[in-house]
């Protein structure tokens, strides 16, 4: 079975960092384009940033410029690099990825558990 686990949320001040990671686990056959969501109180789940097997990456406007998305593909895991954060980066953020679990077994979606990043001061 397939789990998506974050780490690397917390309370951080006005212009500060942090970095998420995600790592997959369990039987994996292949992992293709993985991202990160976010969901703010009240809002809808949106796209942050995704980056495939290849390294193309892809950014939401109201974070270009400011983070990173990279991965290690020999240990399964994405990363995100957020800098300069505002308040309005403050939601839950979600690892997202597609996954083969299995050779012959269609690709399928998953999701992490999620990780809370507040900024405020």
């Known amino acids: 079975q397939v789990q998506l686990v974050e780490s690397g949320g917390g309370l951080v001040q006005p212009g500060g960092s942090l970095r998420l990671s995600c790592a997959a686990s369990?039987?994996?056959?292949?992992?293709?384009?993985m991202g990160w969501y976010r969901q703010a109180p009240g809002k809808q789940r949106e796209l942050v940033a995704t980056i495939t097997n290849g390294g193309s990456t892809n950014y939401a406007d109201s974070v270009k410029g400011r983070f990173t998305i990279s991965r290690d593909n020999t240990k399964n895991t994405v990363y995100l690099h957020m800098n300069s954060l505002k308040p309005e980066d403050t939601a839950v953020y979600y690892c997202?990825?597609?996954?083969?679990?299995?050779?012959?077994?269609?690709?399928?979606?998953?999701w992490g558990q999620g990780t809370q990043v507040t900024v405020s001061s």
């Open positions: 997202n990825a597609d996954i083969i679990a299995t050779y012959g077994v269609p690709k399928y979606n998953y």
């Open positions: 369990g039987s994996i056959f292949s992992i293709y384009t």
